[in-house]
């Protein structure tokens, strides 16, 4: 039965009424000239029946044979269903059209947004990413992601870390900047204790080696304060790995300089906005082409909700705003607070677990600008070790 009904449903079937005349010589015309009704009902006086669409225009010469007014009540089936879809195939080639073109476009990079980086500038990993494929109007698909991130660590030896993400036709890179750990001598390796900084010793604590200095001795950079050749009982040499802490008073001087003569970049109050639909994990761009300039970016997103409930929908906004360079001169109060303000964060990295005892800055003007000085007295470790040279 289930069988009858698809294929029924794929030839096309007619429901009709016949009245008046003789309903019961009707269908015996129909089925003396072989054709199959089902479905087969009366209702006051009226017969209500179904055949195949192609059966019923021989249906009409039997009506007329026996008094009966056929009326088309419904057309069902595959071949009218594909009747009525072929009157609206140009709306439908058309959205499949902007859809092709919307997947089309959303495939090529349009823009690329590098972020984490900080010593190493935005310019020059976005001209590496270039050199490897990576470029505004790149198409995605011929992108191979993992060359261009060994690539970029191979020539930019400053990265320890790069991941790349494609999301509609935006690159996102994202990099991480390589740490170098402090020069400290391995414990396997002899060495001397040396001087960092010009000093006078306040306090030694020496746990290898064999101290060449004593507290209140001034000393200067480079000098050996805790010697890796020691001599034992026996009256033998032995090289050992000298370590310990010296604790001196130095001093440091810290300079920082700001011109009163620059140039800033400043946005000029032009933008441009660029709109992104995502749907799920997949963005697609609302517009076509690579921006040139100088531009500050932001973002926002906007997400669809119904009725409270947050749809798998949103816009994301990316505002450009133009910037260009503008010459600015300063006046002596504000160099001198930016100084300050310079002189203070540099101090703050220079002089990191520095103790400071005393502080006196002092300033002066000339033709590069406005200086600040600050001579400060400090007490810090300046043990350094040197590998002892073994011919």
């Keep these: 039965m289930f069988l009858l009904r698809i294929i029924q449903y794929m030839l096309g079937y007619v429901r009709f009424r016949a009245e008046g005349g003789s309903p019961e010589r009707f269908l015996n015309l129909v089925a003396r000239n072989g054709i199959m009704l089902w479905h087969i009902r009366s209702k006051d006086g009226v017969l209500y029946a179904a ?17 009966v007014t056929l009326t088309r009540e419904a057309q069902k089936g595959a071949p009218f269903q594909a009747r009525r879809f072929s009157r609206h195939l140009g709306i439908l080639v058309g959205l499949a059209v902007f859809l092709a073109l919307v997947w089309f476009f959303s495939s090529f990079v349009w823009e690329v947004d590098v972020a984490g ?15 490897l494929g990576l470029r505004p109007g790149a198409f995605s698909m011929f992108l191979q992601v ?25 690159a996102y890179v994202r990099v991480r900047e390589r740490r170098y ?42 000098q050996m304060l805790i010697s890796g050749m020691i001599q034992d009982k026996d009256g033998a040499l032995r090289i050992v790995h000298a370590q310990g802490t010296v ?14 003569h620059t140039t800033v970049r400043s946005e000029t109050g032009q933008e441009v906005r660029r709109y992104t639909l995502n749907v799920f994990d997949y963005g697609i761009p609302l517009y076509f082409g690579a921006l040139q300039g100088d531009f500050n970016r932001y973002a926002y997103t906007d997400n669809a909700e119904f009725f409270g409930i947050r749809l798998p929908v949103s816009i994301t906004t990316r505002v450009y705003r133009v910037c260009r ?9 504000q160099v001198a607070a930016a100084a300050a303000r ?26 590069n600008g406005y200086t600040l000085i600050a001579h400060d007295v400090c007490e810090e ?11």
């Design 51 to 67: 055949t195949l669409a192609r059966h019923f225009p021989r249906l009409h010469p039997l009506a007329l044979e026996a008094g």
């Design 117 to 131: 980086n900080q010593s190493v500038s935005s310019a020059q990993v976005e001209h590496v990413l270039a050199d």
């Design 146 to 170: 993992r060359y261009i991130q060994n690539g970029l660590l191979l020539r930019i030896p400053e990265l320890s870390g790069v991941t790349i993400n494609l999301h509609g036709s935006t």
């Design 181 to 222: 750990p402090p020069d400290i001598v391995p414990q396997a390796v002899p060495c001397n204790v040396k001087a960092a900084w010009d000093g006078q010793i306040v306090r030694m604590e020496v746990q290898a080696g064999k101290p060449m200095v004593q507290a209140g001795e001034a000393v200067t950079a480079g």
């Design 247 to 260: 604790v001196a008073r130095t001093m440091r001087d810290i300079s920082v300089t700001v011109p009163f």
């Design 325 to 333: 360079p503008l010459a600015v001169t300063y006046s002596q109060e």
């Design 342 to 367: 310079a002189l203070a964060q540099k101090e703050q990295t220079e002089l990191s677990g520095v103790k400071i005892l005393s502080r006196a800055t002092e300033s002066k003007t000339d033709a």
């Design 381 to 391: 470790d300046i043990a350094l070790g040197e590998p002892i040279q073994i011919s």
